[in-house]
């Protein structure tokens, strides 16, 4: 059964910091894995998607990476802003359509 | 633009009286997906449609039924609901291949009195 960890479980940065928020899964057979940002009592918006054979993807100031073989992504945030505030969800997903999320990073960035 | 659309934003029902919650798109993407996600918690899979073609996740109770009776909507029954189904539900659809991404509706707040 695939395990989806999210380390740590809430950070706190000041403006200006460059940032990493770490997810690991423990099946390694994975199709892709998707970064999401939740705003609080809102849905998930989609921030990144890598392929399995792909990794990394950069969309502005975000970067993730993915190690397959490792079982872990990165997700990197450059020059965080206090409009980065949320919690950061990653999923790993198979083939077959099934999905497994982390519980979340939240991240406050204080002006 | 094309979105995913969930209605109600928030529902309130009582103990046991069923309840329905829907989900469109305008994406035309065949694979749609139910998740339950409880406070401060991981959203869980409840179930997942590629086409008419229905998967129930192993540990789904018996009490959450779907129906998708064409490409743009699909249900959520909560038969009947108990304190415990009190969450947000999010609704989220992709193609079938080879992107996959998913793309979320802003979800229904269940609230169980």
């Known amino acids: 059964k695939q395990e989806v960890t999210q380390i740590p479980a809430a950070l706190s940065v000041p403006e200006g910091e460059n940032l990493v928020l770490n997810c690991s899964f423990t099946?390694?057979?994975?199709?892709?894995l998707q970064w999401f940002r939740q705003d609080p009592g809102k849905g998930l918006t989609s921030l990144l998607l890598?392929?399995?054979?792909?990794r990394e993807q950069t969309s502005g100031r975000l970067n993730a990476s993915l190690d397959k073989s490792s079982g872990r992504s990165t997700l990197y945030i450059a020059a965080s802003q206090p409009g980065d505030s949320a919690t950061y969800l990653c999923?790993?997903?198979?083939?077959?359509?099934?999905?497994?999320f982390g519980d979340g990073t939240t991240l406050t960035v204080k002006p | 633009d094309a979105m995913v659309i969930q209605n109600p934003r928030y529902q309130v029902t009582q103990f046991g009286k069923p309840v329905t919650l829907s989900c469109s798109q305008t994406?035309?993407?065949?694979?749609m997906y139910w998740y339950q996600q409880k406070s401060s918690q991981a959203p869980k899979l409840l179930f997942h449609y590629y086409d008419k073609d229905f998967n129930n996740e192993a540990d789904t109770p018996d009490n959450f039924q779907s129906r998708r009776p064409n490409t743009s909507f699909c249900f959520l029954d909560i038969r009947s609901p108990g304190l415990g189904d009190a969450a947000m539900y999010l609704c989220?659809?992709?193609?079938?291949?080879?992107?996959?991404?998913?793309?979320f509706g802003p979800g229904t707040r269940l609230l169980v009195l």
């Open positions: 890598i392929q399995s054979s792909q």
């Open positions: 994406l035309n993407h065949n694979v």
């Open positions: 989220a659809t992709s193609k079938n291949s080879p992107d996959k991404t998913q793309y």
């Open positions: 099946d390694s057979a994975i199709y892709n």
């Open positions: 999923a790993v997903n198979t083939n077959a359509g099934k999905s497994t």
